[in-house]
Protein backbone atom coordinates (compact mmCIF):
# COMPACT_ATOMS: atom_id res chain seq x y z
CA UNK A 1 0.00 0.00 0.00
CA UNK A 2 1.42 3.38 -1.21
CA UNK A 3 -0.46 5.22 0.84
CA UNK A 4 0.48 5.23 4.81
CA UNK A 5 -1.56 4.53 7.58
CA UNK A 6 0.65 5.61 10.21
CA UNK A 7 1.15 8.80 11.41
CA UNK A 8 3.41 11.70 9.63
CA UNK A 9 6.21 11.78 12.32
CA UNK A 10 6.63 8.30 11.90
CA UNK A 11 6.23 8.26 7.71
CA UNK A 12 9.34 10.65 8.40
CA UNK A 13 11.34 9.26 10.55
CA UNK A 14 10.73 6.00 8.01
CA UNK A 15 11.86 8.43 5.14
CA UNK A 16 14.89 9.67 7.13
CA UNK A 17 16.10 6.00 7.81
CA UNK A 18 15.62 5.14 3.90
CA UNK A 19 17.76 8.16 2.95
CA UNK A 20 20.85 6.96 4.88
CA UNK A 21 20.13 3.95 2.47
CA UNK A 22 19.91 5.39 -0.74
CA UNK A 23 22.44 8.21 -0.38
CA UNK A 24 25.23 5.36 -0.72
CA UNK A 25 23.70 3.63 -3.46
CA UNK A 26 25.12 3.24 -6.59
CA UNK A 27 23.97 5.06 -9.72
CA UNK A 28 23.58 1.65 -10.86
CA UNK A 29 21.10 0.50 -8.47
CA UNK A 30 19.56 4.41 -8.73
CA UNK A 31 18.95 3.81 -12.88
CA UNK A 32 17.93 0.30 -12.31
CA UNK A 33 14.97 1.97 -9.88
CA UNK A 34 14.23 4.46 -12.77
CA UNK A 35 13.93 1.78 -15.60
CA UNK A 36 11.61 -0.70 -13.59
CA UNK A 37 9.35 2.21 -12.79
CA UNK A 38 9.07 3.49 -16.32
CA UNK A 39 8.60 -0.16 -17.38
CA UNK A 40 5.47 -0.22 -14.74
CA UNK A 41 4.30 2.72 -15.77
CA UNK A 42 3.96 1.08 -19.17
CA UNK A 43 2.53 -2.32 -17.61
CA UNK A 44 -0.07 -0.88 -15.14
CA UNK A 45 -1.63 2.51 -17.63
CA UNK A 46 -4.96 0.95 -17.26
CA UNK A 47 -4.93 0.30 -13.71
CA UNK A 48 -3.47 3.92 -12.95
CA UNK A 49 -6.26 5.35 -15.96
CA UNK A 50 -9.22 3.91 -13.83
CA UNK A 51 -7.96 5.23 -10.09
CA UNK A 52 -7.23 8.77 -11.81
CA UNK A 53 -11.25 8.14 -13.27
CA UNK A 54 -12.43 7.43 -9.72
CA UNK A 55 -10.26 10.82 -8.90
CA UNK A 56 -12.21 12.87 -11.45
CA UNK A 57 -15.75 11.13 -10.39
CA UNK A 58 -15.29 11.79 -7.00
CA UNK A 59 -17.22 14.69 -5.35
CA UNK A 60 -14.56 16.12 -4.22
CA UNK A 61 -13.30 17.10 -7.54
CA UNK A 62 -16.64 18.01 -8.46
CA UNK A 63 -15.59 21.54 -7.42
CA UNK A 64 -12.75 21.71 -9.77
CA UNK A 65 -11.96 24.58 -12.38
CA UNK A 66 -11.67 23.44 -16.00
CA UNK A 67 -8.07 24.36 -15.13
CA UNK A 68 -7.64 22.18 -12.24
CA UNK A 69 -9.50 19.30 -13.80
CA UNK A 70 -7.08 19.24 -16.67
CA UNK A 71 -3.98 19.05 -13.85
CA UNK A 72 -5.43 15.87 -12.08
CA UNK A 73 -6.50 14.59 -15.58
CA UNK A 74 -4.21 11.44 -16.73
CA UNK A 75 -4.24 10.11 -20.03
CA UNK A 76 -2.20 7.69 -21.88
CA UNK A 77 0.37 10.17 -23.36
CA UNK A 78 0.69 11.66 -20.00
CA UNK A 79 1.30 8.48 -18.37
CA UNK A 80 3.60 7.49 -21.58
CA UNK A 81 5.29 10.91 -20.78
CA UNK A 82 5.81 9.88 -17.09
CA UNK A 83 7.19 6.63 -17.95
CA UNK A 84 9.65 9.05 -20.74
CA UNK A 85 11.15 11.49 -17.88
CA UNK A 86 11.73 8.70 -15.51
CA UNK A 87 14.07 7.43 -18.62
CA UNK A 88 15.50 10.75 -19.21
CA UNK A 89 16.39 10.93 -15.28
CA UNK A 90 17.86 7.72 -15.63
CA UNK A 91 20.33 8.64 -18.30
CA UNK A 92 21.34 11.92 -16.66
CA UNK A 93 24.78 12.24 -14.90
CA UNK A 94 24.35 11.59 -11.22
CA UNK A 95 25.19 14.31 -9.42
CA UNK A 96 25.84 12.53 -5.63
CA UNK A 97 29.85 12.76 -5.55
CA UNK A 98 30.45 15.31 -8.11
CA UNK A 99 33.69 17.34 -7.30
CA UNK A 100 32.87 21.17 -7.28
CA UNK A 101 36.02 22.07 -6.31
CA UNK A 102 39.72 21.11 -5.22
CA UNK A 103 42.50 22.95 -3.68
CA UNK A 104 45.87 21.77 -1.70
CA UNK A 105 46.06 24.12 1.22
CA UNK A 106 48.62 25.55 2.80
CA UNK A 107 48.96 22.76 5.40
CA UNK A 108 49.20 20.15 2.72
CA UNK A 109 45.67 19.45 2.77
CA UNK A 110 44.02 17.73 0.44
CA UNK A 111 40.41 19.77 0.31
CA UNK A 112 37.91 18.79 -2.09
CA UNK A 113 34.08 19.83 -2.27
CA UNK A 114 31.96 17.36 -3.09
CA UNK A 115 27.64 17.48 -4.00
CA UNK A 116 26.05 15.26 -1.50
CA UNK A 117 22.11 14.11 -1.17
CA UNK A 118 19.91 16.52 1.26
CA UNK A 119 18.26 14.11 2.90
CA UNK A 120 14.21 14.08 2.89
CA UNK A 121 12.50 15.87 0.57
CA UNK A 122 8.64 16.41 1.44
CA UNK A 123 6.78 17.78 -1.39
CA UNK A 124 3.25 19.00 -1.15
CA UNK A 125 0.97 19.23 -4.38
CA UNK A 126 -1.86 20.08 -5.74
CA UNK A 127 -4.07 18.73 -8.43
CA UNK A 128 -1.18 17.34 -11.07
CA UNK A 129 -0.89 13.12 -10.41
CA UNK A 130 2.46 13.30 -12.57
CA UNK A 131 4.16 15.23 -9.71
CA UNK A 132 4.49 12.51 -8.37
CA UNK A 133 6.66 10.40 -10.58
CA UNK A 134 8.62 13.38 -11.42
CA UNK A 135 9.54 13.93 -7.87
CA UNK A 136 10.09 10.62 -6.79
CA UNK A 137 12.42 10.45 -10.13
CA UNK A 138 14.50 13.30 -9.23
CA UNK A 139 15.06 12.41 -5.57
CA UNK A 140 16.17 8.76 -6.01
CA UNK A 141 18.60 9.79 -8.53
CA UNK A 142 20.14 12.63 -6.39
CA UNK A 143 19.68 9.97 -3.58
CA UNK A 144 17.37 12.07 -1.48
CA UNK A 145 14.26 10.14 0.15
CA UNK A 146 10.92 11.84 -0.68
CA UNK A 147 7.52 12.38 1.21
CA UNK A 148 4.54 13.14 -1.04
CA UNK A 149 1.47 15.32 0.65
CA UNK A 150 -0.63 15.24 -2.51
CA UNK A 151 -4.81 16.69 -3.05
CA UNK A 152 -7.10 14.93 -1.02
CA UNK A 153 -8.65 14.77 -4.74
CA UNK A 154 -6.15 12.84 -6.68
CA UNK A 155 -5.53 10.64 -3.40
CA UNK A 156 -6.41 7.18 -5.93
CA UNK A 157 -3.98 8.85 -8.93
CA UNK A 158 -1.47 9.65 -6.29
CA UNK A 159 -1.29 5.46 -4.47
CA UNK A 160 -1.33 4.17 -7.67
CA UNK A 161 1.65 6.12 -8.94
CA UNK A 162 3.81 5.91 -5.60
CA UNK A 163 3.05 2.35 -5.36
CA UNK A 164 4.68 1.71 -8.93
CA UNK A 165 7.52 3.64 -7.60
CA UNK A 166 7.85 1.91 -4.69
CA UNK A 167 7.60 -1.31 -6.12
CA UNK A 168 10.76 -0.39 -8.65
CA UNK A 169 12.54 0.64 -5.42
CA UNK A 170 11.77 -3.19 -4.23
CA UNK A 171 12.67 -4.98 -7.31
CA UNK A 172 15.96 -2.82 -6.89
CA UNK A 173 17.00 -3.71 -3.43
CA UNK A 174 16.57 -0.77 -1.91
CA UNK A 175 14.32 0.62 0.93
CA UNK A 176 10.37 1.59 -0.09
CA UNK A 177 10.27 4.03 1.88
CA UNK A 178 12.53 6.46 0.17
CA UNK A 179 9.17 7.33 -1.25
CA UNK A 180 6.00 7.84 0.99
CA UNK A 181 2.69 8.83 0.06
CA UNK A 182 0.79 10.57 3.26
CA UNK A 183 -2.79 10.09 2.83
CA UNK A 184 -4.45 13.62 2.00
CA UNK A 185 -5.34 14.66 5.42
CA UNK A 186 -6.38 18.05 6.83
CA UNK A 187 -4.72 21.59 7.46
CA UNK A 188 -3.12 19.63 10.71
CA UNK A 189 -1.37 17.46 8.73
CA UNK A 190 0.15 20.03 6.36
CA UNK A 191 1.46 21.61 9.36
CA UNK A 192 2.85 18.95 11.12
CA UNK A 193 4.59 17.85 8.09
CA UNK A 194 6.11 21.36 7.79
CA UNK A 195 7.06 21.13 11.28
CA UNK A 196 9.42 18.05 11.17
CA UNK A 197 12.22 19.06 11.90
CA UNK A 198 15.65 16.84 12.17
CA UNK A 199 13.63 14.56 9.61
CA UNK A 200 12.62 16.94 6.67
CA UNK A 201 15.42 18.61 5.47
CA UNK A 202 13.91 20.52 2.80
CA UNK A 203 9.50 21.28 2.02
CA UNK A 204 9.25 22.25 -1.09
CA UNK A 205 5.09 23.53 -1.65
CA UNK A 206 3.63 23.52 -4.89
CA UNK A 207 0.58 25.57 -5.53
CA UNK A 208 -0.99 28.67 -4.96
CA UNK A 209 -0.72 31.59 -2.99
CA UNK A 210 -3.12 30.11 -0.47
CA UNK A 211 -0.84 26.99 0.17
CA UNK A 212 2.18 29.58 0.45
CA UNK A 213 0.23 31.25 3.34
CA UNK A 214 -0.56 28.06 4.84
CA UNK A 215 2.89 26.60 4.57
CA UNK A 216 4.65 30.80 5.81
CA UNK A 217 2.28 30.35 9.04
CA UNK A 218 3.86 27.34 10.18
CA UNK A 219 6.85 25.82 9.05
CA UNK A 220 9.66 25.51 10.93
CA UNK A 221 11.77 22.70 8.53
CA UNK A 222 13.87 24.60 5.75
CA UNK A 223 11.10 25.46 2.55
CA UNK A 224 11.69 26.56 -0.96
CA UNK A 225 8.51 27.39 -2.90
CA UNK A 226 7.45 26.48 -6.36
CA UNK A 227 5.27 29.39 -6.52
CA UNK A 228 2.45 31.00 -8.76
CA UNK A 229 3.34 32.88 -11.87
CA UNK A 230 2.49 36.03 -12.88
CA UNK A 231 4.01 36.02 -16.12
CA UNK A 232 4.17 38.51 -19.26
CA UNK A 233 5.00 38.78 -22.83
CA UNK A 234 5.99 42.27 -23.87
CA UNK A 235 5.47 43.40 -27.40
CA UNK A 236 8.55 45.90 -28.36
CA UNK A 237 8.10 48.57 -30.63
CA UNK A 238 10.76 46.57 -32.53
CA UNK A 239 9.15 43.81 -32.62
CA UNK A 240 8.12 41.33 -35.78
CA UNK A 241 4.34 41.38 -35.74
CA UNK A 242 3.98 37.52 -36.93
CA UNK A 243 6.17 36.68 -34.46
CA UNK A 244 4.49 37.86 -31.33
CA UNK A 245 1.17 36.81 -32.55
CA UNK A 246 2.28 33.13 -32.43
CA UNK A 247 4.27 33.71 -29.61
CA UNK A 248 1.56 35.69 -27.66
CA UNK A 249 -0.96 33.05 -28.40
CA UNK A 250 1.24 30.31 -27.22
CA UNK A 251 2.24 31.79 -24.22
CA UNK A 252 -1.21 31.78 -22.73
CA UNK A 253 -3.32 29.23 -24.84
CA UNK A 254 -0.58 26.09 -25.00
CA UNK A 255 -2.04 25.07 -21.47
CA UNK A 256 -3.22 28.12 -19.66
CA UNK A 257 -3.73 25.89 -16.33
CA UNK A 258 -0.06 25.82 -15.34
CA UNK A 259 2.80 28.08 -13.69
CA UNK A 260 4.38 29.60 -16.96
CA UNK A 261 1.56 30.41 -18.86
CA UNK A 262 1.62 34.30 -19.40
CA UNK A 263 -1.38 36.32 -17.43
CA UNK A 264 -0.58 39.59 -19.03
CA UNK A 265 0.56 40.74 -22.32
CA UNK A 266 2.22 44.22 -22.89
CA UNK A 267 2.61 45.90 -25.94
CA UNK A 268 4.54 49.72 -26.86
CA UNK A 269 2.72 52.29 -27.59
CA UNK A 270 4.45 52.71 -30.67
CA UNK A 271 2.85 49.31 -32.28
CA UNK A 272 -0.13 49.23 -30.22
CA UNK A 273 -2.27 50.64 -32.77
CA UNK A 274 -0.40 48.42 -35.91
CA UNK A 275 -0.17 45.10 -34.02
CA UNK A 276 -2.54 45.03 -31.22
CA UNK A 277 -5.85 44.35 -33.42
CA UNK A 278 -4.46 41.41 -34.58
CA UNK A 279 -2.80 40.17 -31.58
CA UNK A 280 -5.35 40.66 -29.36
CA UNK A 281 -7.65 39.44 -32.51
CA UNK A 282 -5.77 36.01 -32.28
CA UNK A 283 -6.22 35.89 -28.14
CA UNK A 284 -9.91 36.67 -28.39
CA UNK A 285 -10.32 33.98 -31.40
CA UNK A 286 -8.80 31.26 -29.34
CA UNK A 287 -11.16 31.64 -26.32
CA UNK A 288 -9.26 34.50 -24.09
CA UNK A 289 -11.45 36.79 -22.39
CA UNK A 290 -9.35 40.00 -22.61
CA UNK A 291 -9.26 43.01 -20.06
CA UNK A 292 -7.03 46.22 -20.20
CA UNK A 293 -6.44 49.65 -19.06
CA UNK A 294 -8.07 52.71 -21.59
CA UNK A 295 -4.97 52.22 -23.69
CA UNK A 296 -5.39 48.63 -24.69
CA UNK A 297 -8.64 49.47 -25.27
CA UNK A 298 -8.55 51.88 -27.55
CA UNK A 299 -6.17 50.38 -29.71
CA UNK A 300 -7.96 46.39 -30.12
CA UNK A 301 -9.87 47.83 -32.64
CA UNK A 302 -13.14 45.48 -33.25
CA UNK A 303 -11.63 42.80 -30.44
CA UNK A 304 -14.01 42.98 -27.36
CA UNK A 305 -11.38 44.13 -24.31
CA UNK A 306 -13.14 44.57 -20.47
CA UNK A 307 -11.87 47.33 -18.33
CA UNK A 308 -9.19 45.82 -15.65
CA UNK A 309 -9.09 46.03 -12.23
CA UNK A 310 -6.26 46.98 -9.90
CA UNK A 311 -6.46 42.89 -9.24
CA UNK A 312 -5.90 42.28 -12.79
CA UNK A 313 -2.40 43.11 -13.07
CA UNK A 314 -1.35 40.97 -9.73
CA UNK A 315 -3.71 38.27 -10.73
CA UNK A 316 -2.36 34.31 -11.84
CA UNK A 317 -5.98 33.49 -13.55
CA UNK A 318 -4.76 30.06 -14.80
CA UNK A 319 -7.34 29.90 -17.22
CA UNK A 320 -8.18 31.75 -20.41
CA UNK A 321 -8.42 35.08 -18.92
CA UNK A 322 -5.42 37.80 -20.08
CA UNK A 323 -4.97 41.67 -19.01
CA UNK A 324 -2.99 43.59 -21.81
CA UNK A 325 -1.70 47.07 -20.98
CA UNK A 326 0.26 49.55 -23.33
CA UNK A 327 3.60 50.99 -21.80
CA UNK A 328 5.78 53.62 -23.05
CA UNK A 329 8.88 51.84 -23.25
CA UNK A 330 11.36 49.01 -22.13
CA UNK A 331 12.02 50.70 -18.92
CA UNK A 332 8.04 51.18 -18.56
CA UNK A 333 7.81 47.23 -19.64
CA UNK A 334 10.46 46.40 -17.02
CA UNK A 335 8.92 48.94 -14.31
CA UNK A 336 5.49 46.87 -14.71
CA UNK A 337 6.85 43.40 -14.81
CA UNK A 338 9.16 43.90 -11.31
CA UNK A 339 5.91 45.40 -9.70
CA UNK A 340 3.40 42.75 -10.26
CA UNK A 341 5.58 40.17 -11.42
CA UNK A 342 6.15 36.81 -8.78
CA UNK A 343 9.46 36.26 -10.78
CA UNK A 344 8.72 33.38 -12.52
CA UNK A 345 8.94 33.90 -15.88
CA UNK A 346 8.86 36.91 -18.33
CA UNK A 347 9.53 37.32 -22.15
CA UNK A 348 10.34 40.09 -24.85
CA UNK A 349 9.42 39.69 -28.35
CA UNK A 350 11.75 42.72 -29.93
CA UNK A 351 14.72 42.41 -32.94
CA UNK A 352 16.36 45.19 -31.20
CA UNK A 353 19.22 43.41 -29.51
CA UNK A 354 19.73 46.31 -27.06
CA UNK A 355 16.23 46.35 -26.04
CA UNK A 356 16.49 42.59 -25.41
CA UNK A 357 19.54 43.31 -23.10
CA UNK A 358 17.97 45.99 -21.41
CA UNK A 359 14.80 43.94 -20.58
CA UNK A 360 17.02 40.83 -19.73
CA UNK A 361 19.31 43.02 -17.17
CA UNK A 362 16.28 45.02 -15.69
CA UNK A 363 13.68 42.13 -14.98
CA UNK A 364 14.03 40.47 -12.06
CA UNK A 365 12.90 36.65 -12.50
CA UNK A 366 13.95 33.00 -12.59
CA UNK A 367 13.89 33.12 -16.37
CA UNK A 368 13.90 35.67 -18.96
CA UNK A 369 13.08 35.10 -22.81
CA UNK A 370 14.12 36.99 -26.22
CA UNK A 371 11.24 35.93 -29.07
CA UNK A 372 10.27 32.97 -26.93
CA UNK A 373 7.48 31.65 -24.70
CA UNK A 374 7.11 31.63 -21.30
CA UNK A 375 5.93 27.73 -21.89
CA UNK A 376 9.45 26.93 -21.55
CA UNK A 377 10.41 27.36 -18.30
CA UNK A 378 10.03 23.36 -17.46
CA UNK A 379 12.68 20.46 -16.14
CA UNK A 380 12.26 18.54 -18.93
CA UNK A 381 12.62 21.39 -21.51
CA UNK A 382 15.46 22.82 -19.56
CA UNK A 383 17.51 18.87 -20.28
CA UNK A 384 16.52 18.02 -16.38
CA UNK A 385 14.24 15.39 -16.98
CA UNK A 386 11.94 16.24 -15.04
CA UNK A 387 11.22 19.03 -12.60
CA UNK A 388 9.68 19.11 -8.49
CA UNK A 389 8.58 22.92 -9.37
CA UNK A 390 9.55 26.04 -10.43
CA UNK A 391 11.61 28.23 -7.72
CA UNK A 392 11.23 32.30 -7.77
CA UNK A 393 13.24 32.46 -4.77
CA UNK A 394 17.04 33.08 -4.56
CA UNK A 395 18.39 30.90 -2.17
CA UNK A 396 19.46 28.28 -2.38
CA UNK A 397 17.93 27.75 -6.24
CA UNK A 398 15.81 29.57 -8.38
CA UNK A 399 14.11 28.11 -11.31
CA UNK A 400 13.24 24.48 -12.19
CA UNK A 401 14.03 22.67 -9.18
CA UNK A 402 15.92 19.98 -10.72
CA UNK A 403 18.44 17.07 -9.42
CA UNK A 404 21.43 19.46 -8.82
CA UNK A 405 19.05 21.50 -6.79
CA UNK A 406 17.89 18.79 -4.61
CA UNK A 407 21.37 18.42 -3.10
CA UNK A 408 24.08 20.30 -0.75
CA UNK A 409 27.60 20.04 -0.42
CA UNK A 410 30.02 19.08 2.00
CA UNK A 411 33.89 19.47 2.32
CA UNK A 412 36.49 16.09 2.35
CA UNK A 413 39.63 17.30 3.44
CA UNK A 414 42.50 14.41 3.28
CA UNK A 415 45.96 14.94 5.34
CA UNK A 416 48.98 12.82 6.68
CA UNK A 417 48.82 14.28 10.25
CA UNK A 418 48.57 17.25 9.92
CA UNK A 419 47.77 19.69 13.22
CA UNK A 420 47.41 23.11 13.46
CA UNK A 421 49.80 25.29 15.87
Given amino acids: MAVTETTVAESCAAAKRAARALATAS ?52 VAAMAEGARV ?45 DCAALTIKSGNALVLRGSSYAERSNAALAGVVREA ?5 LPQDAVLSLSGGGHEELAELARQEGLVDLLIPRGGEGLKAAIKAVATVPVMYAAAGNCHVYVHAEADPEMARRIAVNA ?44 ARAAAGAVAVGAATDEDWDSEYLGLKMAVAVVDSVEDAI ?87
Avoid: W
Avoid at 272 to 288: N, Y
Avoid at 345 to 374: C, L, M, Q
Avoid at 375 to 400: C, V, W
Fill in 252 to 295: KVQRPGVCNAAETLLIDVAVADRVGPAVLGDLAAAGVELVGDER
Fill in 89 to 133: VRELDDPVGEELERKTLASGIDLRKVRVPLGVVAVVYEARPNVTV
Fill in 27 to 78: TEAKDAVLEATARLLEERAETILEANAGDLADERAAGLTDALRDRLRLTPER
Fill in 169 to 173: LAEAG
Fill in 335 to 421: EHVNRHGTGHSEAIITADEAAAAEFVAGVDAAAVYVNASTRFTDGFEYGMGAEIGNSTQKLHARGPIGMRELTTFKYVAHGSGQVRE
